[in-house]
């Protein structure tokens, strides 16, 4: 295996036991997990969690230090999430009446990890 193989696992395998505390974090609590690494053509939602009439949608980030965690999330990336996020809705039709809202979830190595409600696009209607 070449050394960017190996590297890109590693990476994957980090990213998924991110996204496995991300949701464990989430569901401490309140959140009812919906989905994890949700697909469509247009992006990939990494967890979407209702609590009440909340829907969250959210981008699990981990790097070596939460600055580094926070500063990963781009434009391009919202504008992909966003895409995503109208996906999802579409195909799931019981949850159009919620509110939704973006969530990050940012997780570095020995820290506790910190949930961002609402870290962009405050109101649906921004979208």
């Given at each position: ?9 590693r ?34 939602i ?10 969250a ?27 995503a ?5 579409a195909?799931?039709?019981k ?21 961002i ?11």
């Amino acid at each position: 295996m070449s050394p960017t193989v190996a590297k890109r696992r590693r990476a994957e395998r980090a990213g998924r036991l991110a996204e496995g505390l991300g949701a464990l974090l989430l569901r401490a609590k309140g959140y009812r997990i919906l989905a994890r690494n949700w697909r469509a053509s247009v992006g990939e939602i990494d967890i979407v969690a209702c609590r009440g009439r909340t829907l969250a949608f959210v981008e699990v980030k981990r790097r070596a230090t939460m600055r580094d965690a926070a500063e990963a999330i781009g434009h391009r990336q919202t504008q992909r999430i966003r895409r995503a996020a109208e996906a999802f809705l579409a195909a799931n039709p019981k949850c159009a009446n919620m509110h939704a809202r973006f969530d990050v979830m940012l997780i570095a190595p020995w820290r506790w990890p910190s949930h961002i409600a609402s870290a962009w696009g405050e109101d649906w209607e921004e979208l």
